[in-house]
């Protein structure tokens, strides 16, 4: 296999700095990313996924094409794939992980409404 080389051998002469750097890059890459590129690390093809939703296979590739989808959706594919979705609220004084999207989508209703 010429021209094919493991990723540790195309970067173990870099300087410390630089290796610090790149893996600075892998582990904010690994907390970003679209969902056809999570379903893929874990290793799951749009087949099996719908499967699991109980979909069939376009209706997988569609979720992963769009931009904008309910969290009810977003938190089925999440948990198809095994995992548990969390809304986490990002500010400059702290993070907050918001809890009352189940209630909404359940059907409950705020009394302050």
């Known amino acids: 296999m010429t021209g094919h080389h493991p990723f540790s051998d195309l970067t173990k002469d870099f300087s410390l700095e630089r290796q610090a750097l790149v893996e600075?890059?892998?582990?904010?890459?690994?907390?970003?990313?679209a969902l056809h590129e999570l379903r893929k690390a874990?290793?799951?093809s749009q087949t099996d996924l719908?499967?699991?939703?109980?979909?069939?296979?376009?209706?997988?590739?569609k979720m992963e094409r769009r931009a904008d989808?309910?969290?009810s959706n977003l938190r089925?594919?999440?948990?198809g794939m095994g995992g548990a979705l969390e809304i986490v609220a990002h500010f400059p004084e702290g993070?907050?992980?918001?809890?009352?999207?189940?209630?909404?989508?359940?059907?409950?209703?705020?009394?302050?409404?």
């Open 50 to 61: 719908a499967k699991q939703l109980e979909v069939n296979q376009p209706a997988v590739a």
């Open 95 to 113: 993070s907050v992980t918001i809890t009352n999207f189940s209630e909404v989508e359940d059907g409950g209703h705020d009394s302050s409404e």
């Open 76 to 79: 089925r594919f999440i948990e």
């Open 69 to 71: 989808m309910y969290v």
């Open 24 to 33: 600075e890059k892998v582990r904010a890459l690994k907390h970003e990313m």
């Open 42 to 44: 874990r290793k799951q």
